[in-house]
């Protein structure tokens, strides 16, 4: 298990945005972690880092499942936080997402935890955890499931920022 630090919101979003550069057209990145932790600072990152402008990104995604952004690679940012559990709807919306072709952001996967048919085939996945008596420090766990090139983003991460 791999972990890297920030210490403040300006460093997530360049961690972020170091991602985004390397990803391809079908990536998957899982945000797992609580409430503030900075899942949509580091999603927001990502999509910097994909080329999507700074004035077509959303802050505060949570009131809608999805958001569709153009960069350089279209990214779909979903966040699953509201999904208790998932209409017919809701899970047709999640397929529908991983046959595009283009980045899959996900906040709360956990919440497709019990659904065998979306399980992405691969993904990049990150924890990002508080860091006891430090408003501004997170510690961010990565985990390559399926995909060499997550392996290869991982090892690009460490050596930029730790
Ligand atoms: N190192 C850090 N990285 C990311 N966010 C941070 C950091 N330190 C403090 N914060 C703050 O934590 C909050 C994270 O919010 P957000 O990304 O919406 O969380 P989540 O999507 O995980 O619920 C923001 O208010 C941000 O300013
Ligand atoms: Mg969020």
Known sequence: MVSIQ??????TL?????IGQL??????VALSGTLGAGKTWLAKGIAYGLGVPDYEY????AYDLIHEYRGRLSVFHMDLYRLSSLSLDDELMVQDVFSQSGVCLIEWP?????????QPAHQLHLQID???DDDLGRVMTLEAH???LYDSIIHSLINVFT
Do not use: F, M, W
């Open 6 to 11: 920030s210490d403040s919101p300006d460093r």
């Open 14 to 18: 360049a961690i972020g945005k170091h």
């Open 146 to 148: 399926g995909s060499q």
């Open 58 to 61: 959303v802050n505060s995604p």
């Open 130 to 132: 508080l860091v006891n």
């Open 110 to 118: 956990e919440r497709l935890a019990s659904y065998p048919a979306l």
């Open 23 to 28: 990803l391809e057209t079908g990536s998957v």
